[in-house]
């Protein structure tokens, strides 16, 4: 799933009152605290439609998976039954089998693609973004690998800021 951009996410949790509570689970991250019980906040009202929000504007969100639904399937169901679903959802959760298709590559070659369907791709999305915050506290600074608002770009140029700083050259083998 694509990632929605930096400011489209931060928005949204504001819209649905989620940055304090995900900044409480960064700081006591940070602070080695221990979680318990973190599926209130998982399945707390707010985090689904935050969850909801985050899919959807996701460009892969129009992808049906194997039950040949996505996003546009859901925007009819009023919240508070949204809601519901998704809650009852984790009381049972069982994922569902995980559409393959190939994807061409630039090279003529193909690349296998996996496309899970839109409740579950709801479920991991409530999941990832508690889970996310605990997580980050956690990681060191200059990790770049698969993180929010990080790519191969930014380890690349923090790579050769690095070496201008230490004023490294290489040798060409010529």
């Known amino acids: 799933m694509e990632n929605v951009s930096a400011s489209h996410s931060i928005r949204h949790m504001e819209y649905y009152g989620m940055i304090d509570s995900f ?19 998982v399945t707390s009202s707010n985090n689904i439609l935050l969850a909801y929000r985050n899919v959807k504007g996701n460009s892969g ?11 546009d399937d859901l925007k009819e169901i009023p919240n508070a039954d949204f809601i519901k679903i998704v809650q ?15 994807i061409p590559k630039p090279n003529g070659k193909t690349r ?12 991991q999305q409530c ?6 915050p605990i997580m980050e ?6 990790n770049y ?7 191969a770009h930014h380890a690349f140029a923090q790579a050769v800021r690095l070496a201008q700083v230490s004023k490294l050259t290489f040798a060409d083998d010529d």
């Open 88 to 102: 009852t959802k984790f009381s049972e959760y069982k994922p569902q089998p995980v559409k393959r298709v190939e």
């Open 137 to 142: 506290a956690k990681f060191h600074d200059k």
């Open 112 to 123: 296998p693609l996996g496309i899970p369907t839109i409740w579950d791709r709801i479920v």
């Open 145 to 151: 690998g698969f993180r929010p608002n990080r790519s």
């Open 23 to 41: 900044d409480n689970l960064y700081k006591e991250s940070s602070d080695n605290h221990v979680f318990n019980n973190l599926m209130e906040i």
């Open 127 to 132: 999941l990832l973004q508690v889970l996310e």
């Open 61 to 71: 969100s129009v992808s049906p998976g194997v039950d040949n639904k996505n996003i």
